[in-house]
């Protein structure tokens, strides 16, 4: 079993704190974990994309052609092929704005990606019990950061 899951958007966006911290929670679940980044020079509002493959064995091709998942923060993210689209241009299909519910909810947008982040292990079908965010997040904002992924992996339609 493999997934890719391909994460596109703006620089300053989080992208990078974002999936670095997927990653390593996929590690800690015994994942073998592949993550590369492609992005322009510009530090904010340059676009970056996360190209992350996790599987139970081992990784051959870290490329991703076609995403089982994309997530996509904005609407100047690359376009890639993908069977299920978690958000598209900060909007997501489901129905959450991770952005507004940043703002309302936590008085500060930049914490959009933990939302994310918290929905997609949802989507992904990963216990948040099991996983010790308390280890893999840094120490910076960690509190609000656990509590909007948390936030993130519970909501429902």
Do not use: H, W
Request: with cysteine; net charge neutral.
């Amino acid at each position: 079993m493999d997934k890719k899951i391909f994460i596109t958007g703006l620089g300053g966006q989080g992208i990078k704190l974002m999936t670095s911290i997927l990653s390593k929670i996929l590690s800690s679940l015994n994942y073998n974990v592949s993550l590369m980044f492609d992005y322009d020079a510009a530090m904010r509002g340059g676009t970056i994309d996360a190209l992350l493959t996790y599987s139970d064995k081992k990784i051959d091709n870290p490329l991703i052609e076609k995403a089982d998942i994309l997530v996509k923060l904005s609407e100047d993210g690359e376009k890639i092929n993908s069977e299920q689209i978690i958000c598209e241009e900060g909007l997501c299909k489901n129905g959450f704005p991770f952005k507004e519910i940043a703002k309302k909810e936590f008085d500060n947008e930049l914490v959009m990606n933990m939302l994310v982040l918290g929905y997609l292990l949802k989507t992904l079908n990963f216990d948040l019990k099991i996983i010790d965010l308390n280890k893999i997040l840094p120490d910076k904002n960690k509190e609000q950061n656990i509590k909007a992924i948390k936030y993130g992996y519970n909501l429902t339609q």
